[in-house]
């Protein structure tokens, strides 16, 4: 599978414009971001920014491009001298909980919404290859050393993604409501621990007392 991928020959005047619109992408929605605002947040004019994307939907393309690329190497460098299976889910977690403006449900959304099928094809394999592929080596590994069972690595790959994209954040959001708030809702932090246990044991509570191996 061809994978699109993000323009390493950009300067530094792109990735500035690129990071730019990552964050007001993430944080606002496709529609709700202009031209006008990634200008100003950038600190450039119109012809520096049409200079290095034609138009806004291919400016979002690359920054999802960029975004998914960075996180499959934070999450390949988590993992790598990782040998638990619990070790690698934590690594990963801790990855996408993190995150402040990975929200992939967001990304997936808005894509779906804004862009030509083209740039959605494009965005599909990026989401494939970048964020899903490692999260079903990792269920293979655990399925391969008999720690996980019943589900295909496919199967718990979607199911731990899921559970990363529900959860996506909770740990800064819950730093931003009113204490009142936060007692009534948000009474606990969601950590990687939190949910890579309820992934792997449900919530029977028990836990083993020691982290399986996965197969090398």
């Known amino acids: 599978m061809e994978t699109p991928s993000f323009t390493s020959a950009?300067?530094?005047?792109?990735?500035?414009?690129?990071a730019a619109a990552s964050h007001l992408f993430m944080q606002r929605g496709y529609r709700a971001v202009s031209i006008n605002d990634i200008v100003k947040a950038a600190e450039i004019t119109k012809p520096t920014l049409y200079y290095y994307f034609p138009d806004k939907q291919e400016l979002f393309l690359q920054m999802g491009l960029n975004l998914l690329a960075t996180i499959h190497d934070a999450m390949d460098h988590a993992i790598a001298d990782v040998t638990s299976c619990e070790g690698q889910l934590m690594a990963l977690a801790t990855v996408l909980l993190d995150d402040r403006d990975g929200d992939m449900r967001m990304m997936r959304h808005e894509m779906e919404e804004h862009l030509s099928p083209e740039h959605q094809r494009k965005l599909n394999i990026?989401?494939?290859?970048?964020?899903f592929e490692p999260m079903r080596r990792v269920m293979q590994h655990g399925i391969d050393s008999g720690a996980q069972s019943g589900r295909s690595a496919a199967e718990l790959a979607l199911i731990f993604l899921g559970l990363t994209e529900a959860f996506h954040g909770f740990s800064h959001r819950h730093h931003q409501v009113h204490e009142e708030m936060h007692t009534l809702f948000f009474p606990?932090?969601?950590?990687?621990?939190?949910l890579?246990?309820?992934?792997?044991?449900?919530?029977a509570g028990n836990t083993p007392d020691s982290e399986i191996e996965c197969s090398s």
């Open 188 to 194: 606990v932090v969601f950590t990687p621990k939190t």
């Open 196 to 203: 890579v246990q309820l992934f792997l044991y449900g919530v």
């Open 10 to 18: 950009y300067n530094a005047t792109a990735a500035k414009i690129l």
């Open 126 to 131: 990026a989401f494939q290859v970048h964020l």
